[in-house]
């Protein structure tokens, strides 16, 4: 097994993973902005078992503007629409009025899919936790310096591809990554670096805590716990016998500890390592020196978590953010590290001159055979030996083909 130590950003603790929770700005109303794009900064209520025409119903959710209004999610419409008249289509009045849809789960579902993804294609371990929110762990991506440029990147691409806003957390873990991408909303983006999880943390009212709602808020309010760090000065004894076990759980949760993994549902669909330059830079020597670096890296988690791909691919981002992709498809499944190489490097060729922000490696289509490790110059299945060679033939210019002849050694 070949040692990763020394590879920019391949995590070995879990103190310093890269945890991103992605949560969409009022997400229900958002989409109806998407299918409705003159409903952009108007307060636009959206609500179950509404329907137009009548009162009936509660919000789901609310615009920020109607927000402005103290509209909120699980208000009786007849609440909603004291504060927000619905607005008539004839008579616009001078008084503030709100849009009032009805849910059309179908649509918010085929938009979820969609950000589902887009994270699912920047990212190989994403867990998807509700309809619009999801955490992804990032911690064999790209390094600490990368995340704030990372999180753009995600942003500007659900926003640029879906027309949706979504708010980005960055953390050691799970719990802070939340609590940070519910600290800036809407269109929010906070990274809490590792050595700042306390200092964060300490000042926060104590219903940014997951799980603290009214209740529970005012219960700690009552015995003069009113932020993160009066709760965590209490100590864990005191919270157990005003909480129970959920009182242990929040004194983790306010010391910024949690442990838990981001466990994705099924195999990753491609593994990829991306890096920043400072400035953008049109050195090619500079740009190629990278890319071996990341190709070396992917190639390296891709044989440690025992996968074989069909694709490489590499993405190249001139500033500010335009991403450019460039994909080269195989003829077969390899685990070939070398190849990755080359193939990147060949596809940057088109993009030589050319100013640059940051450059990524892929590799995708990927298959698990389960230590059946196959290589570029064996493809030995147990009963036949066969060879696949591949022949690199330059086509015109920097195109790359690849072609493979699977050589029966004859039975
Ligand atoms: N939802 C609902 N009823 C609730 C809460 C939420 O139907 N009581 C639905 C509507 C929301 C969606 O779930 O759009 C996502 O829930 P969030 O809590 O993430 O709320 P929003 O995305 O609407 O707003 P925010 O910007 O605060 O994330
Ligand atoms: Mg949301």
């Given at each position: 097994m070949p040692s990763h130590a020394g590879l920019p950003g391949v995590a070995t603790q879990s103190a310093d993973r890269i945890i991103l929770h992605v949560d969409n700005d009022c997400f229900y109303a958002a989409c109806e902005r998407v299918r409705e794009p003159s409903l952009e900064g108007e307060p636009v209520i959206v609500g179950m078992g509404f329907q137009p025409g009548s009162t009936g119903g509660v919000v789901a959710t609310a615009s920020y503007e109607a927000r402005e209004y103290g509209i909120g999610s699980a208000q009786p419409i007849t609440e909603a629409m004291e504060r927000l008249p619905p607005r008539s289509q004839t008579e616009p009045g001078p008084e503030p009025t709100g849009v009032y849809r009805p849910v059309d789960m179908q649509f918010y579902e085929q938009n979820a899919t969609a950000v589902h993804e887009i994270l699912s294609d920047v990212s190989d371990t994403v867990r998807r936790v509700s309809i619009d929110e999801a955490y992804l762990d990032c911690s064999e991506q790209i390094d600490w310096n990368e995340a704030e440029s990372f999180a753009i990147d995600i942003k500007y691409r659900i926003a640029d591809e879906l027309g949706l806003p979504v708010s980005v957390g960055v953390a050691p873990n799970m719990s802070v990554a939340k609590i940070a991408s519910d600290?800036?909303?809407?269109?929010g983006l906070v990274v809490v670096h590792p050595k700042e999880v306390a200092d964060f943390l300490a000042p926060l009212p104590i219903d940014a805590l997951h799980g603290v709602g009214p209740k529970t808020a005012s219960l700690l309010n009552e015995r003069g716990i009113e932020t993160v760090e009066h709760l965590v000065a209490r100590g864990q004894e005191e919270l157990i016998d005003l909480l129970g076990e959920r009182g242990r759980d929040l004194f983790y949760q306010a010391q910024g500890i949690d442990s838990r993994p981001v466990t994705p549902r099924g195999d990753p669909k491609s593994l990829s390592r991306e890096s920043s330059f400072g400035d953008p830079v049109a050195d090619s020597d500079l740009i190629r020196e990278k890319l071996r670096t990341l190709a070396e890296a992917v190639a390296e988690r891709a044989r440690r978590k025992g996968a074989t791909y069909r694709t490489i691919g590499i993405k190249v981002v001139e500033p500010p953010f335009e991403v450019q992709t460039r994909e080269e498809s195989l003829p077969g499944p390899i685990d070939e590290p070398e190849l990755v190489e080359t193939v990147s490097l060949d596809l940057y060729e088109e993009f030589r001159g050319k100013n640059v922000r940051k450059v990524g490696v892929k590799v995708a289509?990927?298959?698990?055979p389960e230590g059946d490790q196959r290589r570029l110059d064996s493809w030995d299945d147990g009963r036949n030996s066969r060879e696949l060679q591949y022949h690199r033939e330059n086509v015109s210019g920097a195109q790359l083909r690849l072609t493979a002849f699977e050589a029966d050694s004859g039975d």
């Open positions: 600290h800036d909303k809407p269109d289509n990927l298959t698990f």
